[in-house]
């Protein structure tokens, strides 16, 4: 490859290594700032006892979506669900979010209306208010920008680094179905191009489907852990993949982890179009991401309680930083886990 | 032009027609959201005595800027000034701001190193946090997302909505300059194009180009006003161009202008080249937009303490609402202002 003299490829750093140069002079320095850059989400005083948490996500054209088998009801939905996710992955419960759209000229006032009427339903089930945004031309594509802003009192926030050594290792639903979903719509789509009047072969993987093109965020789980009494050491959401979202964790708690491959949570579809399509679903847990579920970890006392709330599995525990980030298999041999990001989806 | 059956353009509704019938349908429902679509920033329940301000822009590639002659470290800073500016139209402090990017594989590390600085130059000098944001692949082009929260103490918040008959109408800073300093450059690249050696005339028009590059949010007017004791009735920043925010504020407020064209305060550069160029600076000046400086208005018993703080010019007033909103003539002569919107900045 030849290297221009002065110019690094984005590609050199990777989408960690990038963020990890361009925000590093950023330190906060207004009073109000109670967490900057580095979590799901910023915290932000709000008053003696709530913080204000604040998020930001953008969806890209041909990079997060492709709207040949992408429905503006779902793209609308799952916007409101990637912002929300963020807010709800910090404990806090989100009431408003803004919408910035970049449109080019092949977008009709059809298909806004049908990707603000998934807007407006994701919000009327998170009870979420819809409070501002921003249309913008666009020579290519269209670019989604969704901001989330949160609350909740300031001890109940949870950030990434508080995950301690014996801590268990939780996750709620299940992993792997929305890349499946994703690799099932990009086959069908290929399969029928040019072949008009065809239909795609969905039968028996509606699930799949409907956890890729409508995904909802976890705000129940934090209802009922808060009834419960319960307060993870640490949380996230899982929208890069298991693998990569959990080393952030013991990244940021500076610690590592063990997760056992038969406590995995797999939705049988996946392993049924696995099969079918020749990938394992196990990849498709561990690095598929945008599951939007919430991973966290809780001292080994909370085990009863969490238990007891459901949907949520027990997948491993947090060591010792030194001994890296493992996924242990049944017969005890143990997977280095490896991050991804900045993985194009859409084909 | 051929009109396929259910779908309309976007250009057939405009810019404002668009975000009224798409965000028609979105009431505020939670109880901590004020204000919701439809000012400069959302207002947010904060503590019983203060409020959050949230605002959120985009600024896309070939539509807001053009990489060929807008230098990475000032689009940083624009992109600040364009986010704060919509706080400062509130009345209210900035606090912390998130920015979410989409980079095609055209740029390089060290550009987003710069874009970066700038960012980080601006929020200095604003003592605003950077405190969140994004980093996504983008199939073509740069599309930056910039949101800003402040805070206001409640009583202080200035909505458009407020202004009153007989009110005055005053203006920040001068106007048309940047729109100058945009034509400027455009004429300049095309005239260079194909010609690598040469090098720009920008000889005494610096001040435009600077308006344009590096246009600065006017914190400073909103503190002095506060130190003054003066709360504007209504106000709204400068970006769309004076005409189009002008009726933003008499639509929003239920009433009419009239401002003067011999009030109006339109920097000398502009007359200057606008001469050279055969482009009227008082349309640069009714219709250019991006000068982010502020427009309000105060009660008519307000104009000796306004006059005291400088940079301040009145130029006009509020009427009734059925006498619409114009533009009077030293003859004495009435011109119908129009709004602009959703227009092509860059060429």
Redesign the interface.
Known sequence: MNK?K????????G?FG??D???A??K???K??I???GDD??V?E???S?A?V???????????FDLRYFPPKHLGYKAVTKGISDIVAMNATA??I??????S?K????F??DL?AGI?FA??EA???????????????L?I?I?A?G?AKKEAIVRRSGAKVNDLICITGSLGAPYMGLKLLQRESRVLEGLPGEKPQFDGFEYLLERYLKPRARYDIIRSMAQEGIVPTSMIDISDGLASDLMQICRSSLCGARIYLDRMPIAKQCSALGEQMNIDPITAALNGGEDYELLFTLPLEMRDKVSSIGCIDIIGHITEPQTGCFLVTPDGSEIELRAQG?V?KSE
Not at 6 to 13: F, H, S, V
Not at 54 to 64: A, N, R
Not at 107 to 110: A, D, H, P
């Open positions: 221009i002065g110019r690094t490829e984005i590609a050199e750093l989408q990038l963020i140069k361009i925000t002079p950023f906060p320095q207004v109000s700032t967490l900057g850059v989400a910023a932000i709000a008053s003696k709530t204000i604040l998020t930001t996500d953008s969806l890209v054209e041909g990079v997060d009431e408003q803004t919408v910035s759209i970049a449109v000229s977008i009709s006032v059809e806004l209306e603000y407006a919000c009327k009870e979420v208010d819809l409070v501002g945004g921003d249309t913008t031309a666009s020579v290519n594509g670019v920008n901001s802003v609350r900045f194009k």
